[in-house]
């Protein structure tokens, strides 16, 4: 935000606080660089759990249970350039206690704006293809309290929400062999723009010891070669790899990332092993193009939200089994297709929830300092 911005909306900046004021009421501004100070694992994993489980609840049933309200994103396109998508969303009755070391019940009311510009990777400098703004409310009177960067938030949160669609999806029945040590897993990431790098470091991060070896693939080598140069000098101990082709990326696999703007299937069910789990991030207009059909088809199929079903998802909404959070919260078991290669996908949409929830815990993070 500049100089003619703060004087437009009639606000002072406080340089030692990151906060825009009025006389009469305090709009905390919290801009990247501080929001990239107050990320971590552990924080937005458990955050994210949380937000789950509320947007499996779509309405209030008793006093302390959470529940969350939505309507499906809108989309207005900036030509074929790119496209501003707007983000509503109340969540209630979910706690962040890895924040705040209680079950302290929170609830948030929040719009992001995010714009997805694909063109933005071949500018010089490049910068993000998505970029996001996270407006935060008073949940009882409505007025605006902080306006956040959302352009951490969305990479974080994505790739948060797929740690734990990882951990209760595939990790709770795979990562332990009988005498209940942790076995090898290899890990492929396919695209590795900002979604794949995020992941990559979310999954190693939040899962230490698990994965000996990394698969990566992207359409420009130079970028895997980059990601593959970040992530041996962050785990020397892990065999990190460039793959020839995303087939050849997943061959072998037992977790999978996938995150480009693809609009033809990457691979099919016969390159994938059994058991596999895949995080379909899908950044293009087509939320599920980068997957075989035959792939979710034949596999179990959850998503964050049927919020938007009808709408991004329908090409596969018959194959959907459920919702992450019913996992999380234990109303649903997970499906088993009999005669199957046991695959199960986590189609990631994004979700005004998960993203409010995210905001209001930099909130606390940064009104504490």
């Excluded at 714009?115 to 409310?137: D, E, V, Y």
């Excluded at 234990?330 to 998960?354: C, W, Y």
């Amino acid at each position: 935000m500049n100089i003619q911005d703060q004087k437009h909306l009639n606000l002072q900046s406080d340089k030692s606080t990151g906060s825009l004021s009025n006389q009469d009421d305090d709009v905390t501004f919290i801009k990247e660089s501080s929001v990239k100070n107050l990320l971590n694992w552990t924080d937005c994993v458990d955050a994210m759990e949380s937000a789950l489980v509320a947007i499996s609840n779509t309405s209030q049933k008793s006093d302390s249970e959470p529940f969350s309200s939505q309507t499906p994103r809108t989309f207005t396109f900036a030509g074929n350039k790119g496209v501003l998508l707007t983000m509503p969303g109340y969540a209630s009755n979910y706690t962040l206690n890895s924040v705040t070391g209680s079950d302290k019940k929170h609830s948030t009311l929040s719009c992001k704006l995010v714009t997805s510009f694909s063109g933005n990777s071949q500018l010089n400098p490049a910068i993000p293809g998505i970029l996001g703004t996270i407006l935060l409310f008073n949940s009882d009177t409505g007025k605006l309290k902080a306006i956040v960067d959302g352009t951490e938030i969305t990479a974080w949160r994505t790739a948060a929400v797929s740690v734990v669609a990882t951990k209760y999806l595939y990790c709770d029945m795979n990562l332990k062999n009988l005498d209940g040590n942790i076995v090898g897993k290899e890990l492929a990431i396919v695209g590795c723009g900002t979604q794949g790098r995020i992941h990559a470091l979310a999954m190693l991060n939040y899962f230490p010891n698990v994965f000996i070896k990394v698969k990566l693939w992207n359409r420009s080598l130079n970028r895997a070669e980059k990601l593959k140069k970040e992530l041996n000098a962050l785990f020397p101990e892990i065999i990190i790899v460039i793959a020839d082709s995303s087939i050849l990326c997943v061959a072998g696999a037992d977790c999978v990332v996938t995150a480009t703007n693809s609009s033809q299937p990457l691979f099919e069910l016969k390159d994938l092993k059994e058991n596999v789990h895949i995080n379909a991030i899908g950044a293009g207009t087509n939320h599920h193009s980068e997957l075989a059909m035959d792939i979710y088809q034949s596999s179990s199929v959850y998503i964050e939200s049927y919020i938007g079903l009808e709408t991004e998802l329908k090409g596969i909404k018959e194959y959907v089994n459920g919702e992450v959070g019913e996992i999380v919260a234990g109303k649903k078991f997970l499906h088993k297709i009999e005669n199957s290669k046991n695959v199960t996908v986590f189609q990631s949409m994004g979700n005004a929830i998960e993203d409010g929830v995210m905001a209001n815990m930099i909130y606390q993070k940064f009104m504490k300092n």
